[in-house]
């Protein structure tokens, strides 16, 4: 009897009907098609068989497995979440706090590695942002990275593609407004320099003196975000703006100190009291980018200048640029206007006579 109440089915009939199949675990019946009782316990047997197999592979599995980790069996997704804080550089810190805050993963911090499915991560994608995904792709690929997971719980082809909200770039007309409105020279300064250099909000706020090169007219810096080298050349008005700031240490002396999101408020606050709507600080970026493009500038230029190595990102950047490719005549007939040498010969002939052509010569 007592076996008999640990197995998940049981068999019961109503008056000499079919036999039914219950269900311990969720209280449903379901009919097992038969009035013959043999087949009736042979079918039930089969259910229970089927339930209980799994169950006992996966508690062996767990004994191999804890004793090559011991904290394989008790290890969560919280788990890895504190590890993605803890193995991050110290800028991706403060996001890696808030990611893994966001709600859609609370469905999700408690279950145990080891018991994860599938649907259990489609759950947490449908609950969840655009940012959900992003982070609950790189929390598997952490997980896989330790050791923790043997192979992925939802392949990298069955997440859902993330649809980013569409960013623009700011306008001439806008990034004027909001000068003119500007009342502290120090972010005067600083939007001048992200219109003039497309650079990162947080690259150009920790900019210093020594990565300007006066004697070549040249700003080199590396990105906070990846690393990737950038280096732009100072234009005239640049410079005006460059020079208005300390020759020494920071260029930015209070934005250096704050952080990255209350630098972004702050900007917000600024286009909002003007209505302007739709653009953030990154916004420079993209204007810049599609300014380049519109220009003309060389894709490679714009890489330097940008701090990327991938031409998708530059071209992601500049999608929606207006630049109006000239005809191939016009091309070929500008570069063959360029390759023309003018030579200015002397209207009186040479005085030395040795270069003078004889009068046979050019009468010939």
Same mark, same amino acid.
């Given at each position: 009897?007592?076996?008999?109440?640990?197995?998940?089915?049981?068999?019961?009939?109503?008056?000499?009907?079919?036999?039914?199949?219950?269900?311990?675990? !969720?209280?449903?019946?379901?009919?097992?098609? &038969?009035?013959?009782?043999?087949?009736?316990?042979?079918?039930?047997?089969?259910?229970?068989?089927?339930?209980?197999?799994?169950?006992?592979?996966?508690?062996?599995?767990?004994?191999?497995?804890?004793?090559?980790?011991?904290?394989?069996?008790?290890?969560?997704?919280?788990?890895?979440? @504190?590890?993605?804080?803890?193995?991050?550089?110290?800028?991706?810190?403060?996001?890696?706090?808030?990611?893994?805050?966001?709600?859609?993963?609370?469905? +999700?911090?408690?279950?145990? +590695?080891?018991?994860?499915?599938?649907?259990?991560?489609?759950?947490?994608?449908? /609950?969840?942002?655009?940012?959900?995904?992003?982070?609950?792709? %790189?929390?598997?690929?952490?997980?896989?990275?330790?050791?923790?997971?043997?192979?992925?719980? +939802?392949?990298?082809?069955?997440?859902?593609?993330?649809?980013?909200?569409?960013?623009?770039?700011?306008?001439?007309?806008?990034?004027?407004?909001?000068?003119?409105?500007?009342?502290?020279?120090?972010?005067? @300064?600083?939007?001048?320099?992200?219109?003039? &250099?497309?650079?990162?909000?947080?690259?150009?706020?920790?900019?210093?003196?020594?990565?300007?090169?006066?004697?070549?007219?040249?700003?080199?810096?590396?990105?906070?975000?990846?690393?990737?080298?950038?280096?732009?050349?100072?234009?005239?008005?640049?410079? &005006?703006?460059?020079?208005? %700031?300390?020759?020494?240490?920071?260029?930015?002396?209070?934005?250096? &100190?704050?952080?990255?999101?209350?630098?972004?408020?702050?900007? %917000?606050?600024?286009?909002?009291?003007?209505?302007?709507?739709?653009?953030? +600080?990154?916004?420079?970026?993209? /204007?810049?980018?599609?300014?380049?493009?519109?220009?003309?500038?060389?894709? %490679?230029?714009?890489?330097?200048?940008?701090?990327?190595?991938?031409?998708?990102?530059?071209?992601?950047?500049?999608? @929606?640029?207006?630049?109006?490719?000239? !005809?191939?005549?016009?091309?070929?007939?500008?570069?063959?206007?360029?390759?023309?040498?003018?030579? @200015?010969?002397?209207?009186?002939?040479?005085?030395?006579?040795?270069?003078?052509?004889?009068?046979?010569?050019?009468?010939?």
């Amino acid at each position: 009897m007592a076996n008999e109440m640990k197995r998940r089915y049981r068999l019961f009939r109503r008056n000499k009907a079919n036999y039914f199949a219950f269900d311990n675990h !969720s209280g449903n019946s379901k009919s097992l098609h &038969t009035r013959d009782r043999h087949h009736a316990e042979r079918l039930i047997h089969a259910l229970n068989e089927a339930e209980s197999e799994p169950l006992v592979r996966r508690q062996v599995g767990l004994i191999y497995l804890s004793a090559a980790d011991p904290e394989a069996a008790k290890r969560t997704w919280q788990s890895v979440m @504190d590890a993605a804080v803890e193995f991050s550089s110290e800028k991706s810190k403060a996001r890696w706090k808030t990611a893994i805050k966001d709600k859609a993963f609370d469905s +999700l911090r408690r279950r145990l +590695l080891v018991d994860s499915r599938s649907e259990d991560f489609l759950r947490t994608l449908t /609950s969840g942002t655009v940012s959900t995904n992003v982070h609950l792709r %790189r929390l598997q690929n952490l997980a896989l990275d330790l050791g923790w997971i043997f192979e992925p719980i +939802l392949k990298k082809r069955l997440f859902p593609k993330p649809s980013f909200k569409k960013k623009r770039a700011i306008t001439l007309d806008e990034h004027r407004r909001i000068i003119e409105r500007e009342k502290n020279l120090e972010r005067l @300064d600083y939007y001048e320099v992200l219109w003039f &250099t497309g650079g990162g909000q947080s690259d150009i706020a920790q900019l210093e003196a020594g990565q300007i090169n006066w004697t070549q007219r040249v700003l080199t810096y590396r990105r906070l975000k990846n690393g990737q080298p950038a280096q732009i050349q100072i234009s005239e008005t640049l410079a &005006t703006v460059l020079k208005r %700031r300390p020759a020494t240490g920071p260029l930015f002396p209070y934005l250096t &100190t704050v952080r990255e999101i209350d630098r972004a408020n702050e900007f %917000r606050q600024r286009c909002k009291g003007l209505k302007i709507s739709g653009v953030t +600080l990154h916004s420079y970026r993209y /204007s810049w980018a599609q300014r380049a493009k519109a220009a003309g500038y060389p894709q %490679r230029y714009a890489q330097q200048a940008l701090g990327h190595s991938s031409k998708a990102v530059t071209e992601a950047y500049a999608a @929606d640029a207006q630049f109006v490719l000239p !005809s191939l005549e016009e091309f070929e007939l500008r570069n063959n206007q360029a390759k023309v040498i003018v030579v @200015d010969f002397p209207k009186e002939a040479p005085s030395d006579p040795a270069l003078q052509a004889p009068q046979s010569q050019i009468a010939s």
